[in-house]
């Protein structure tokens, strides 16, 4: 195992911050699974962005050379890479936010939940060692099956006597960035300016894009929005079957992590207003852990906000994604306390 700092030294980087950074608070950043398909991308736009000043980047492998590269770039943060176990700790130290993308991702004719047995694992000993040495950060969660592994998180933070259910997150931007993507090329309106909130939680069914509060408004038929629905739920797969066996989505996804970091990051620093959809703990339905979308704020999430109204298209989607979401959340629990 070993350890790469990219500046030459803490007092020098500590001077540049301060002179470079004016009021902008100082935020440490760590990408566990930094290295990977995800993990590389999301380490490049963590580097541009301009609220981090430690970025922190562990793997179990090749850290060295992504901490090195990205280092390079002439931005606020500092680089550091932390390869193994042993590292771990200090990858986590004083980490305000810590983002997930570490685990295995989907071949094709894979599910989410084929991942479980791998990913599960991954992420419980990953959450351990959050607890001990970084109990105060936000958790971005983004290993699959995100359904299961956001409740495995929250279980081992229960047991560590830490658990904050408004520092853990699901990732599940992505689900959003796609909605709007396929949503603003039937309603023939500028990408740019959609919203999409989407529902439920992150695989298959239980992604539930709900199109009739789009904006920009469009009049698009059933048939138009089953479609744009099944597209949005089956994204994921499209990329899968692209890749041929060379992974999932990880370009696409390193974007909508770097995006839900950034709000997670603005709302730690007091922005007012900041909404986006994430999985979370929830008593917006009867089930425990939900995505919708979640106004953040100092403390991680300060409000779930409500569904709004639903089509009966939407209300039956809503109903048919239930029991998948329930078994999903009760199998991560079950993992974490066996
Ligand atoms: P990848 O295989 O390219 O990278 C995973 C990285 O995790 C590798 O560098 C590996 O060394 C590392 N890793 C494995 N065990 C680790 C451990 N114990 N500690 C730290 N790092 C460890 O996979 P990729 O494409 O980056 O996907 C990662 C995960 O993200 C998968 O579970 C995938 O299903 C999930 N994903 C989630 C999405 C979402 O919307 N939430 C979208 C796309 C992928």
Known sequence: SMLVRSSSSAKQSLIRRNLSSGSVPERKVAILGAAGGIGQPLALLMKLNPLVSSL???DIANTPGVAADVGH????SEVVGYMGDDNLAKALEGADLVIIPAGVPRKPGMTRDDLFNINAGIVKNLCSAIAKYCPHALVNMISNPVN????IAA???KKAGMYDEKKLFGVTTLDVVRAKTFYA????????????????????????PLFSQATPQANLSGDVLTALT???QDGGTEVVEAKAGKGSATLSMAYAGALFADACLKGLNGVPDVV???YVQSTITELPFFASKVRLGKNGVEEVLDLGPLSDFEKEGLEALKPELKSSIEKGVKFANQ
């Open 56 to 58: 922190s980047l562990y």
């Open 73 to 76: 770039i002439n931005t606020r």
């Open 148 to 151: 299961s592994t956001v409740p």
């Open 155 to 157: 279980e081992i933070f």
């Open 185 to 208: 090329g039937k309603a023939n309106v500028p990408v740019a300016e959609v919203n999409v909130p989407v529902i439920g939680g992150h695989a298959g069914v239980t992604i539930l």
């Open 230 to 232: 099944k597209r949005t």
């Open 276 to 278: 986006e959809c994430s």
